[in-house]
């Protein structure tokens, strides 16, 4: 065992936090809560990429570092210590290279992995739909095949980034007559292609964070069906492992944990025993939360999807999440409703964005229940419900 | 960063299973409870014929020359099965403590009789009162005469203190700042102990001492300079009791599991119920963290780091974790769970005892405020 980090892991620690602090003086954006899926900014993730930080972990022939998962959770810590923008290249970063990278042909490997480490290709995800949230395998939207051609047909909800998404990783059925988990397969979608449209959803804090995706009689060339036909649950469940994996999950609102330790320190409200208690309470559910994701990262250094492990570091981080909005509510008093840009509003309103956003937290990406589900019966055997 | 294990403690870890498995039956945990001692000789000698004492000591003590982390990793096996005896008081409070602060005279003449198994040490900390593991709650004076100091009073809570060798008592020697420790034979006469019925079952005592003389040279460390000392042996202490409480609840996951799949009701095993495999994964999940949040204060432990805020995040969290997991353990195991034909009850009682030494979650969690700079 060996909880610290090699000399040159502290390095690239030091390197990410500079560039970061010297953007955060340079006034390019301020650290945000839920950047990583809300902070569009197409200049940062560019420098970002112009220093080789996107798709750090992929192989060097397709632009990668080949780097370690451990450095790639390094980079991103640092990314949610300081609240950074980093949501246009972070679902093509986190999983969809991944999932060219695991089961792309090598022209989408190719035509995809460059772009997305030049910070050039944004990806939005095509997989719930109005009627399939946690049972994912009913999913309705069809891709009939046409010659050369896949004709997609079907609405997709709940698709973050969908406003500044160049493409969709899109879950579409092919094979109506099969168990329904046979018969689905994925696809690139070009976002610009005829019959692609988008409806904003404002979510619960205000923001337009989400989006339902129409498709209507949209033709897919077939050479961006991705992995095997009908094989698409499978590469689902394999992408959604690397969804949950992230400290995103922990860390999505560090800027308000550290503003709310800040605050209660600056207004002696830290004096007082019951927000000492809680406070320090937040702290430990943090530190040991941290050592979970990272178990995850060194899962996937060994070279193996991360599945309950990640599901379990999910489900854990994003209690932690609602938990850290509630305390901030509760130290705040009768300030914490005062929404963004309100006279006298505290912290610029991230608590009350917390409070509000973090109820989505435990649905996105597999629910709770879900997840406790596949810890049941993958980590400890028990037999499936 | 890596949070395996390496191959040689894997080794460990079987062969201290394998061995427990053999030896410390449930039978077994169950006639030490009841006996006076509370261990058996038996036992211990093999023990000591494994290294297990000696496991974390320097080789020229007679010791393993291997790392806390390591002693660590046996701490869990022996959470895992209820060891009852004098380990942990002799190894990780008196032994480990002489290293620590002992002279190199001290160390000779005392260590080798802890790590071959001969003599049994413990640690005489707390008194009566509900003072909490800080300075101002230790007022059992120590008062030179003569080259030597006289100590009248009691201690509480000293695990083994019956059948120890040694007491490191904690005194004090100067009214306001001046703690003290002494190591004393604990065979004299002018000692009476007296075994407290406990939760666990695990031989706490009342320690009196009527007028008890100690010579200056059992001072163990510095005069008046010894609450470093006993603030390092108490994190110690933390960290092996973490260690013990996860291999107690990794335990309590895996027999409740194994019940989820057994039990049936309704013609099918309660863990096909949602709701019994969230309880179940909940659990898991709480062993995990524990796991993970224990290991890395007893790596920063064993590395000589500062590891203030680690080893108070780990008994913090675990103490609470812990009993959550009992919550639900008891729940899913039903009614069978809580009566004595079962073994549940033998962790929880345990579970609870470890929660309470050296500092609980309150305790802990005013630590880590403290180290937030709040």
Same mark, same amino acid.
């Given at each position: 065992?060996?909880?610290?980090?090699?000399?040159?892991?502290?390095?690239? +620690?030091?390197? %990410? +936090?500079?560039?970061?602090?010297?953007?955060?003086?340079?006034?390019?954006?301020?650290?945000?809560?839920?950047?990583?899926?809300?902070?569009?900014?197409?200049?940062?993730?560019?420098?970002?990429?112009?220093?080789?930080?996107?798709?750090?972990?992929?192989?060097?022939?397709?632009?990668?570092?080949?780097?370690?998962?451990?450095?790639?959770?390094?980079?991103?810590?640092?990314?949610?210590?300081?609240?950074?923008? !980093?949501?246009?290249?972070?679902?093509?970063?986190?999983?969809?290279?991944?999932?060219?990278?695991?089961?792309?042909?090598?022209?989408?490997?190719?035509?995809?992995?460059?772009?997305?480490?030049?910070?050039?290709?944004?990806?939005?995800?095509?997989?719930?739909?109005?009627?399939?949230?946690?049972?994912?395998?009913?999913?309705?939207? +069809?891709? %009939?095949? =046409?010659?050369?051609?896949? &004709?997609?047909?079907?609405?997709?909800?709940?698709?973050?980034?969908?406003?500044?998404?160049?493409?969709?990783?899109?879950? !579409?059925?092919? =094979?109506?007559?099969?168990?329904?988990?046979?018969?689905?397969?994925?696809?690139?979608? =070009?976002?610009?292609?005829?019959?692609?449209?988008?409806?904003?959803?404002?979510?619960?804090?205000?923001?337009? !964070?989400?989006?339902?995706?129409?498709?209507?009689?949209?033709? &897919?060339?077939?050479?961006?069906? &991705?992995?095997?036909?009908?094989?698409?649950?499978?590469?689902?469940?394999?992408?959604?492992?690397?969804?949950?994996?992230?400290?995103?999950?922990?860390?999505?609102?560090?800027?308000?944990?550290?503003?709310? &330790?800040?605050?209660?320190?600056?207004?002696?409200?830290?004096?007082?025993?019951?927000?000492?208690?809680?406070?320090?309470?937040?702290?430990?559910?943090?530190?040991?939360?941290?050592?979970?994701?990272?178990?995850?990262?060194?899962?996937?250094?060994?070279?193996?999807?991360?599945?309950?492990?990640?599901?379990?570091?999910? !489900?854990?981080?994003?209690?932690?999440?609602?938990?850290?909005?509630?305390?901030?509510?509760?130290?705040?008093?009768?300030?914490?409703?005062?929404?963004?840009?309100?006279?006298?509003?505290?912290?610029?309103?991230?608590?009350?964005?917390?409070?509000?956003?973090?109820?989505?937290?435990?649905?996105?990406?597999?629910?709770?229940?879900?997840?406790?589900?596949?810890?049941?019966? +993958?980590?400890?055997?028990?037999?499936?419900? | 960063?890596?949070?395996? *294990?390496?191959?040689?403690?894997?080794?460990?870890?079987?062969?201290?299973?394998?061995?427990?498995? #053999?030896?410390?039956?449930?039978?077994?945990?169950?006639?030490?409870?009841?006996?006076?001692?509370?261990?058996?000789?038996?036992?211990?000698?093999?023990?000591?014929?494994?290294?297990?004492?000696?496991?974390?000591?320097?080789?020229?003590?007679?010791?393993?020359?291997?790392?806390?982390?390591?002693?660590?990793?046996?701490?869990?096996?022996?959470?895992?099965?209820?060891?009852?005896?004098?380990?942990?008081?002799?190894?990780?409070?008196?032994?480990?403590?002489?290293? #620590?602060?002992?002279?190199?005279?001290?160390?000779?003449?005392?260590?080798?009789?802890?790590?071959?198994?001969?003599?049994?040490?413990?640690?005489?900390?707390?008194?009566?009162?509900?003072?909490?593991?800080?300075?101002?709650?230790?007022?059992?004076?120590?008062?030179?005469?003569?080259?030597?100091?006289?100590?009248?009073?009691?201690?509480?809570?000293?695990?083994?203190?019956?059948?120890?060798?040694? *007491?490191?008592?904690?005194?004090?020697?100067?009214?306001?700042?001046?703690?003290?420790?002494?190591?004393?034979?604990?065979? $004299?006469?002018?000692?009476?102990?007296?075994?407290?019925?406990?939760?666990?079952? $695990?031989?706490?005592?009342?320690?009196?001492? #009527?007028?008890?003389?100690?010579?200056?040279?059992?001072?163990?460390?510095?005069?008046?300079?010894?609450?470093?000392?006993?603030?390092?042996?108490?994190? /110690?202490?933390?960290?092996?009791?973490?260690?013990?409480?996860?291999?107690?609840?990794?335990?309590?996951?895996?027999?409740?599991?194994?019940?989820?799949?057994? /039990?049936?009701?309704? $013609?099918?095993?309660?863990?096909?119920?949602?709701?019994?495999?969230?309880?179940?994964?909940?659990? @898991?999940? $709480?062993?995990?963290?524990?796991?993970?949040?224990?290991?890395?204060?007893?790596?920063?432990?064993?590395?000589?780091?500062?590891?203030?805020?680690?080893?108070?995040?780990?008994?913090?969290?675990?103490?609470?974790?812990?009993?959550?997991?009992?919550?639900? @353990?008891?729940?899913?195991?039903?009614?069978?769970?809580?009566?004595?034909?079962?073994?549940?009850?033998?962790?929880?009682?345990?579970?609870?005892?470890?929660?309470?030494?050296?500092?609980?979650?309150?305790?802990?969690?005013?630590?880590?405020?403290?180290?937030?700079?709040?």
């Amino acid at each position: 065992m060996d909880f610290s980090f090699s000399e040159e892991q502290n390095k690239f +620690r030091q390197e %990410v +936090r500079a560039f970061l602090e010297e953007e955060i003086e340079k006034g390019y954006w301020e650290p945000a809560c839920d950047a990583w899926v809300q902070g569009f900014d197409p200049a940062f993730t560019k420098r970002v990429a112009d220093r080789g930080w996107i798709g750090l972990t992929w192989p060097k022939e397709y632009g990668g570092q080949g780097r370690s998962h451990i450095e790639r959770l390094i980079l991103t810590e640092e990314m949610l210590r300081y609240g950074a923008p !980093a949501a246009c290249h972070w679902f093509g970063d986190r999983q969809v290279g991944g999932t060219i990278l695991s089961f792309g042909s090598e022209e989408l490997k190719k035509e995809f992995l460059p772009r997305i480490v030049r910070g050039e290709a944004y990806f939005g995800l095509g997989m719930s739909e109005p009627g399939a949230g946690s049972d994912l395998a009913s999913l309705q939207t +069809r891709a %009939v095949e =046409d010659g050369d051609y896949y &004709v997609i047909n079907g609405q997709k909800t709940w698709t973050s980034c969908a406003s500044f998404s160049e493409y969709f990783d899109v879950y !579409a059925r092919t =094979d109506p007559e099969a168990v329904r988990h046979r018969g689905i397969s994925e696809f690139i979608i =070009d976002a610009h292609l005829p019959g692609v449209s988008r409806i904003p959803m404002v979510d619960i804090t205000g923001t337009e !964070a989400w989006n339902d995706v129409f498709f209507d009689n949209v033709r &897919v060339h077939s050479k961006y069906l &991705v992995g095997e036909k009908n094989r698409g649950f499978y590469q689902v469940l394999h992408q959604l492992d690397y969804e949950r994996s992230g400290l995103e999950r922990l860390m999505g609102n560090y800027p308000l944990f550290e503003a709310i &330790v800040q605050f209660a320190k600056e207004n002696r409200l830290s004096q007082e025993p019951a927000i000492r208690s809680k406070l320090a309470q937040l702290q430990i559910e943090f530190e040991v939360g941290r050592l979970l994701v990272y178990r995850v990262a060194l899962v996937m250094e060994e070279g193996r999807a991360p599945n309950w492990e990640s599901a379990m570091s999910k !489900a854990y981080s994003t209690e932690f999440e609602k938990r850290l909005a509630g305390v901030a509510m509760e130290v705040l008093g009768p300030y914490g409703q005062l929404m963004s840009g309100s006279k006298f509003v505290p912290l610029r309103g991230m608590a009350l964005h917390s409070y509000l956003g973090s109820k989505g937290y435990s649905l996105q990406a597999g629910t709770t229940e879900i997840l406790k589900n596949i810890l049941a019966v +993958r980590r400890l055997g028990l037999p499936s419900s | 960063m890596n949070l395996t *294990l390496t191959e040689e403690q894997e080794m460990l870890r079987k062969t201290a299973r394998d061995f427990l498995a #053999d030896k410390c039956s449930r039978k077994f945990v169950e006639q030490m409870e009841e006996s006076e001692t509370g261990y058996s000789r038996e036992l211990w000698q093999e023990m000591a014929g494994l290294g297990w004492m000696g496991l974390a000591f320097p080789g020229k003590y007679g010791g393993g020359d291997m790392s806390f982390l390591d002693l660590g990793v046996l701490l869990e096996e022996m959470g895992r099965v209820c060891l009852p005896g004098p380990f942990f008081s002799t190894v990780v409070l008196g032994g480990l403590s002489i290293l #620590d602060v002992g002279s190199e005279q001290q160390r000779q003449e005392y260590l080798p009789g802890l790590i071959h198994g001969e003599r049994i040490s413990t640690l005489a900390l707390i008194e009566p009162g509900y003072g909490n593991y800080d300075a101002s709650s230790v007022t059992l004076e120590a008062t030179r005469h003569d080259g030597s100091y006289t100590m009248s009073g009691s201690k509480l809570f000293v695990p083994d203190a019956h059948i120890a060798d040694y *007491l490191l008592c904690v005194t004090r020697t100067k009214p306001e700042s001046g703690i003290t420790i002494f190591l004393v034979d604990a065979k $004299d006469p002018r000692i009476s102990y007296t075994v407290l019925k406990t939760i666990a079952g $695990d031989k706490l005592c009342e320690v009196v001492f #009527d007028q008890m003389s100690v010579p200056e040279a059992n001072i163990l460390g510095g005069l008046n300079h010894g609450w470093d000392a006993v603030q390092k042996i108490i994190q /110690r202490a933390a960290v092996g009791k973490c260690c013990q409480m996860v291999g107690n609840i990794q335990r309590v996951l895996e027999m409740t599991v194994d019940y989820a799949k057994e /039990r049936k009701q309704f $013609d099918r095993p309660i863990g096909s119920f949602q709701v019994i495999q969230h309880y179940c994964a909940d659990m @898991a999940t $709480d062993v995990d963290t524990a796991r993970f949040g224990t290991y890395q204060a007893a790596w920063m432990l064993s590395e000589g780091l500062p590891c203030t805020r680690e080893v108070a995040v780990a008994k913090a969290w675990i103490s609470e974790a812990s009993q959550r997991v009992f919550t639900l @353990a008891h729940q899913i195991h039903g009614a069978i769970g809580v009566t004595i034909e079962h073994d549940l009850h033998h962790y929880t009682r345990r579970a609870k005892a470890a929660e309470l030494a050296f500092g609980d979650a309150d305790f802990y969690r005013k630590m880590v405020a403290n180290e937030m700079g709040l």
